[in-house]
């Protein structure tokens, strides 16, 4: 994690490598007058650090953004900037409005340091229920935040570029919003997406989608988290130029996505063939993963993060809150 040790003043990198476990962690927070936390999936533990000084997170704040903050002021407007590694630094602090808009922020005090990290073979599984008929399916990944979803969608799109025993290889563009799927720096991915692979970086998926159908010519389109209706219009129009779209949505569930707005269109107007939804991963408990048809009827429920036990019953309840479909 050279890349997040490198942005904190000297006097805490030795205690950066020697306190905090690397392999385990999801977040580190800082807090000015307050000591370093890092938040694991269910745990969280206060380094024994100096307190940090305002100076300590202009000097993390000057290594982000290569002493050129202005250069991000679209990010900032979003309140968090993408580093090297993928790696998502969420911003607080004086939000500065304009018209009832956040056009800036200043007097930043609070970071969070969201880890990034690339799983091979996360989406293994999913490969025998996303490819049906010899094509694949427009699904949508269904899930809370820190269940796996940016995961999910980075192996997809190495899966689906990659030609093995049940399916030939595919052009597969991502539309990188946050930059956290491919995590490009000055435009070439950090993480594996895959050999045949394009990726728009750091570009709104509205008028991403579009750009990489008509630039690419892509068979699969690959965005993460929809939030708006002109979000969910864009993934329509995708659909209708014959291309298969993948992508993701914060929720708990099938039905809490259902109510809203955004995904509610796509959903009732059957735009996705499958959905997955994945629970929030804890160490306490098996990571669970089910996976649901375009009339949402259960298919399979995994159980158990590699070594998992299969379920395939079939449960109708989801079909009754579907409305129209």
Known sequence: MKEIIRLFPDHFQTLLLKDVRWGEIQEIRLRVHKRIETLGADSHKVLNSPLLSPQDLSHILNQISQFSLYRFKDQ?????ITIEGGHRVGLAGKAN???DSVETLKYISFMNIRIARSKPGQAERL????????????????????SGKTTILRDL??????????????????????????ASLRGIPQLDVGSRTDVMDACPKVQGMMMMIRSMSPEILIVDEIGSIDDAEAIKEATFTGVEVICSVHGKDFRSVLKRPSTKILMEEGI??????????????????????????????????????????CNDLVRNDMGRI
């Open 272 to 313: 996705f063939q499958r959905y997955v939804i994945l629970e929030r991963l804890l160490p306490s408990r098996p990571h669970t993963l089910t996976i649901l048809d375009e009339r949402g009827k259960q298919l399979v429920h995994f159980k158990g993060e590699r070594e998992y036990g299969v379920d395939r019953r």
């Open 127 to 146: 490969l025998p229920y996303l490819y049906h008929n010899q094509k694949w399916t427009s699904t949508l990944i269904i899930g809370p935040p820190h």
């Open 76 to 80: 900032l407007k979003d309140g968090f």
């Open 157 to 182: 799109a190495r899966t689906i570029s990659s030609e093995n025993q049940l399916h030939p290889s595919s052009k597969v563009a991502i539309v990188d919003e946050r930059s956290e799927i491919a």
């Open 97 to 99: 409005t304009v018209n």
